[in-house]
């Protein structure tokens, strides 16, 4: 998340907002984003796999 949300400004979207205030659903939020980009790393890695197999 540090390395490909970070530039675009994503993470200072999601963590928008004061320092006491609703915190759970800043976390909630971040931990979304982390099982997205969790899918988004496996379905990379299967294709690679499945690429390099020959599999179309």
Known sequence: ML?????LGVLR???FGSPQGDMA???A????LH???LI???ASIAG????SHGLN
């Open 48 to 51: 690679g796999v499945a690429g």
């Open 25 to 27: 659903r800043r976390l």
């Open 29 to 32: 939020r971040m931990h979304y």
């Open 40 to 42: 988004l790393a496996l």
């Open 3 to 7: 390395f490909v949300l970070a530039p």
């Open 13 to 15: 979207r999601v963590m």
């Open 35 to 37: 099982v997205a980009l």
